[in-house]
């Protein structure tokens, strides 16, 4: 069974810093991957999508995928604390048919 | 904007009654999935769907089972409840491959709780 593992955190980080956030998965056939952002009692909502190795920047968020070693990582610069949420990393499985196996998530908490 | 949208927000079930849990998105998404969220064990895949009528086992199928009739509805049923399936079910959908997009449209989550 496909897996991905995320440090459930929480993680806090003062308003300002960066905070870095990481995901493990199973599957070295993968070969996308997604970070979803959950503010509380909300729905989850893509944010980045990598497919290549390397970084990958929009704004204050940068995704970093290393397909050798199987992980993805997620640093947000200047984190404010509209920032703190739960950050779920996705990737696809099933062969017949698409979907997306979520890791736990991490909580990140940005205090001002 | 693409909206999914479910039915129930909230639902206090005793065990052993059944559950049905619609969802309907109107972007004419082909792939539709639950998820059931419970704290520290994330979200996971109970079934999905990627044509009316078709259904695919996710990772925990297991006291569940799910209609599509109709390209926009996507419903999970749970024939008899119990107090292990309290828990929050979201719906989502996605237009095409989700390898290519990633980009789930999920629903407000339906909040069961089983007494």
């Known amino acids: 069974q496909k897996e991905v593992e995320q440090n459930s955190g929480p993680l806090s980080v003062p308003e300002g810093a960066i905070a870095s956030l990481n995901c493990t998965y199973s599957?070295?056939?993968?070969?996308?991957f997604f970070w979803y952002r959950q503010y509380s009692g909300k729905s989850p909502e893509l944010i980045m999508s990598?497919?290549?190795?390397g970084d990958k920047e929009d704004g204050r968020f940068t995704a970093q995928l290393n397909k050798a070693s199987q992980y993805v990582s997620l640093l947000i610069r200047d984190s404010q604390p509209s920032d703190s949420a739960t950050y779920l990393c996705?990737?696809?499985?099933?062969?017949?048919?698409?979907?997306?196996?979520f890791g736990k998530g991490t909580t990140l908490s940005v205090s001002s | 904007d693409v909206k999914v949208t479910q039915s129930s927000r909230y639902l206090v079930k005793r065990t052993g009654e059944k559950v049905f849990l619609e969802c309907v998105q109107d972007m004419d998404h082909e792939n539709m999935f639950w998820y059931r969220q419970d704290p520290g064990l994330g979200l996971r895949l109970i079934y999905f769907s990627y044509d009316v009528k078709m259904k695919e086992k996710g990772d925990i199928p297991e006291g569940y089972s799910v209609s599509r009739e109709k390209k926009e509805r996507f419903s999970l049923i749970l024939e008899s409840t119990s107090t292990n399936q309290t828990s929050m079910y979201l719906c989502?959908?996605?237009?095409?491959?989700?390898?290519?997009?990633?980009?789930?449209?999920f629903g407000e989550g339906s909040r069961l709780t089983v007494l």
């Open positions: 996705a990737f696809p499985t099933h062969q017949a048919g698409t979907a997306l196996i």
């Open positions: 990598i497919y290549s190795n």
């Open positions: 989502a959908s996605v237009g095409g491959d989700a390898r290519n997009t990633g980009e789930l449209f």
């Open positions: 599957d070295r056939g993968s070969q996308s």
